[in-house]
């Protein structure tokens, strides 16, 4: 069998991916002038057009026409696997309930690698208490009381010290985050959102997972946030039965994906939006509210 010797086009886009990547080049500098590239690689125009079209797509950098020209670095950036994972879910036709069993089955895992670090005292423990003060103090306010609990579960993702949960966690958070953030909406316009002792049993929920998170307790953690998350997830799932996955806004620029710019409506690194948070003080959460989640 023949091989296929790549083309000049890719071998110059592998070169300056390699750079950024290293971080040999940051994000927001700039490539080198035109001239300096066909020197450096000893490659025609269109060669390079083509290679940094290659580049473009991938979102690592945008290619200026006009009189300015030259071409802008871009870092990856969690928010590029977010949308890109959303429009492979859209294509695929994924019911949205199916994101929504993926968190049930992965956020516990984040939940139990914050509780087996050996600096939870320090880098997790801290961090979640702060945002549980502020979530007591909003409680009368629903709109304040969702942004804090919504901070709280971020925190707890972004603190299991696993960098690909963070990136996956943190895709499919922004994926749920925006038919969440809408049935929120509805429910606070018609009178459905949790009422006040729902808030409250979710921050005793929030306690308790603090204080096993605390403990290092693994297991009882991970047993906890997944029963609380079985129950808490199930109105969303059953509110949007036969919706499909929708992807995240386009951004606003050509960095996030081919064709599309780097930031979606929703950040990946902010988690779902948390309205309640059903869970008695044991072990086991309570009645479930209409919405609420680990």
Excluded: Y
């Excluded at 579960?153 to 299991?160: A, D, L, P, T, Y």
């Excluded at 429910?187 to 808030?199: I, N, S, W």
Aim: charged share 25%; aromatic share 4%.
């Amino acid at each position: 069998m023949q091989l296929q010797q790549p083309k000049l086009a890719d071998l110059v886009a592998r070169t300056l991916r390699d750079r950024i990547l290293s971080g040999e080049l940051q994000d927001g500098d700039e490539l080198p002038r035109q001239e300096d590239l066909l020197r450096e690689f000893g490659v025609s125009k269109p060669s390079l057009r083509e290679a940094l079209r290659i580049l473009e797509a991938e979102g690592l950098a945008t290619v200026r026409r006009g009189n300015r020209g030259g071409a802008v670095v871009h870092v990856p950036k969690a928010q590029n696997a977010a949308f890109m994972i959303g429009l492979t879910l859209q294509f695929r036709g994924v019911p949205l309930a199916d994101v929504g069993h993926a968190l049930r089955a992965i956020e516990p895992v984040c939940a139990g690698l914050c509780a087996a670090r050996d600096d939870r005292d320090r880098e997790v423990v801290p961090a979640l208490r702060e945002i549980q003060q502020a979530t007591q103090l909003s409680v009368g306010d629903p709109v304040e009381f969702t942004g804090c609990t919504r901070r709280f579960h971020q925190e707890i993702v972004g603190r299991c010290g696993n960098q690909t949960l963070i990136l996956v966690v943190g895709a499919l958070e922004a994926i749920w985050s925006s038919p969440e953030r809408s049935w929120a909406d509805q429910a606070t316009r018609q009178g459905r959102f949790p009422d006040r002792g729902q808030r409250l049993r979710g921050i005793r929920a929030h306690e308790r997972l603090i204080g096993l998170i605390g403990s290092g307790d693994v297991e009882r953690v991970q047993r906890f946030a997944a029963s609380h998350l079985r129950d808490s997830l199930a109105h969303m799932i059953v509110d949007t039965a036969g919706d499909t996955v929708q992807p995240l806004r386009a951004p606003d620029g050509p960095r996030s994906a081919p064709g599309a710019g780097p930031a979606g409506s929703a950040d990946p690194d902010d988690h779902r939006l948390r309205l309640a948070h059903p869970a008695a003080d044991g072990d086991q959460p309570g009645p479930t509210a209409p919405r609420g989640e680990l």
